[in-house]
């Protein structure tokens, strides 16, 4: 069963892959089959670095539950929301809201949005918010790309 879940979990990386590649190797073409077999386009991506997060104040500023777009928080299931902060240099590229999706990032691939800021130190990486009681982790070579 875990071979399968791997197997199609690799079928989906090779698709995007394959996607982002026409894409970087053909800029402003959409090829219909490409636009009917997929619901969505890449518009960019970045390969950066992911650690996560919780709503404890020790990580976060004054207001744990409201993220820097003003998003309100869950407060017994904040992960619920799908939400990403990003490094104020990758603000340049997304924008609060943006939808996103995360290959290479184990059990946080997926789709996300963005609505929070990381602290202005952190440069090129992403934070992943977690319930309090999720395991704190941290993956290099995560390529997050807006839909």
Not at 40 to 53: G, M, N
Not at 56 to 62: G, I, K, L
Not at 84 to 111: C, H, P, T, W
């Given at each position: 069963?875990k071979?399968?879940?791997l197997?199609?979990?690799?079928?989906?990386?090779?698709?995007?892959?394959?996607?982002?590649?026409?894409?970087?190797?053909?800029?402003?073409?959409?090829?219909?089959?490409?636009?009917?077999?997929?619901?969505?386009?890449?518009?960019?991506?970045?390969?950066?670095?992911?650690?996560?997060?919780?709503?404890?104040?020790?990580?976060?500023?004054?207001?744990?539950?409201?993220?820097a777009?003003?998003?309100?928080?869950?407060?017994?299931?904040?992960?619920?929301?799908?939400?990403?902060?990003?490094?104020?240099?990758?603000?340049?590229?997304?924008?609060?809201?943006?939808?996103?999706?995360?290959?290479?990032?184990?059990?946080?691939?997926?789709?996300?949005?963005?609505?929070?800021?990381?602290?202005?130190?952190?440069?090129?990486?992403?934070?992943?918010?977690?319930?309090?009681?999720?395991?704190?982790?941290?993956?290099?070579?995560?390529?997050?790309?807006?839909?």
């Amino acid at each position: 069963m875990k071979n399968n879940k791997l197997v199609g979990l690799g079928l989906g990386l090779v698709i995007i892959i394959v996607v982002v590649g026409y894409f970087i190797l053909n800029p402003g073409k959409q090829p219909k089959y490409l636009v009917h077999r997929y619901p969505f386009s890449i518009d960019v991506f970045k390969q950066v670095s992911l650690t996560t997060y919780t709503t404890d104040s020790n990580e976060t500023d004054s207001t744990p539950l409201i993220t820097a777009s003003g998003f309100k928080l869950d407060s017994l299931n904040p992960k619920k929301h799908r939400v990403i902060a990003i490094s104020r240099d990758l603000k340049e590229l997304f924008s609060f809201g943006d939808k996103v999706i995360l290959s290479n990032a184990g059990k946080y691939n997926g789709i996300w949005f963005i609505h929070d800021l990381m602290n202005k130190k952190w440069k090129n990486k992403i934070d992943i918010l977690i319930n309090p009681d999720d395991r704190q982790m941290s993956l290099k070579g995560v390529v997050i790309s807006k839909i």
